[in-house]
């Protein structure tokens, strides 16, 4: 397996980095992808990269999308993505190469750094809630069909699809169901009026690094326009960010008064994908904060 991996990427490598092709590249299988395989790779000479591979006919286009939204979160300069070296199909597989970003250390300054270039992105609105293509959150189809307005789009392009999904697996039933019609009336009043934020749109702890200058690095992304409440609530859902993160972001882009019930609302989402993707241990969460609602 390494050795069929190790020549195509020496290939893949050689067109797109000006590699050697008559030396191979080094393949070392490393941890921390639930979805993909991935490699560090590297030459004689030292570079380095970082290469995700998946099943092309199983997750239809996954690089592809990955690399539009690294592009467009690029594209703001707001915050350090990833370059991308190369995004191709080899045999049934597609292979993704980035950049190797070596971590630095994780200080009050990067917290304080990451809160604020978040905000600065968050400044960048579009014209309407959603994108101008569909993409994936995890493995999961994400539909993006735009919409003028946050509560419309969060109910019919995000909650929906995976009530629906559920319901068709057993995990949620008719009760379920009627209560979060429930909750629909009163997201009006939750969501006050807000612009379309450009988010990374799946921003929980596994998916940005610390760079070797102490910068902050987003990885994974799920790109939408949407409400920047949606980024902040999934940086609580597996534990939360650093203090100075959170007090950095609000200094330049303050919170609203009930952002706290904000983010518990948006994270329904993530919720239920977990939920659709690994059971029912993630019922309890979801059950809990629709009936507060």
């Not at 009043?189 to 690095?217: M, R």
């Amino acid at each position: 397996m390494s050795l069929g991996i190790s020549s195509t990427l020496t290939e893949v490598l050689a067109r797109s980095a000006g590699v050697d092709n008559t030396r191979p590249v080094q393949v070392r299988a490393i941890g921390g992808g639930s979805i993909n395989a991935t490699y560090h790779v590297t030459t004689s000479r030292d570079r380095q990269w970082f290469c995700k591979i998946n099943d092309a006919s199983r997750f239809p286009d996954l690089f592809i999308l990955e690399r539009q939204g690294l592009a467009l979160l690029e594209a703001t300069g707001a915050i350090r993505v990833p370059k991308v070296i190369a995004c191709d199909n080899i045999d049934q597989d597609q292979v993704l190469v980035l950049e190797w970003i070596s971590e630095g250390l994780r200080s009050d300054d990067f917290w304080r750094r990451f809160g604020e270039q978040l905000a600065a992105l968050h400044r960048i609105t579009g014209p309407a809630f959603g994108l101008d293509h569909h993409n994936y959150m995890g493995v999961l189809p994400q539909s993006n069909t735009p919409s003028p307005g946050w509560v419309d789009f969060f109910i019919h392009q995000r909650l929906e699809p995976q009530i629906t999904l559920a319901m068709g697996k057993g995990l949620l039933g008719g009760r379920d169901l009627q209560q979060f019609q429930r909750l629909y009336k009163v997201l009006d009043t939750i969501f006050p009026d807000e612009p379309p934020a450009l988010l990374h749109g799946d921003l929980w702890s596994g998916n940005f690094l610390c760079d070797e200058h102490g910068g902050p690095v987003l990885i994974d992304p799920a790109v939408y326009y949407g409400h920047r409440s949606v980024d902040l609530a999934m940086t609580t859902l597996f534990g939360g960010f650093e203090r100075p993160f959170y007090e950095a972001y609000a200094h330049h882009y303050p919170f609203p008064p009930n952002h706290r019930e904000q983010w518990d609302i948006c994270n329904l989402y993530p919720l239920l994908i977990h939920l659709n993707l690994f059971g029912k241990s993630y019922l309890a969460n979801i059950l809990r904060t629709i009936q507060r609602f």
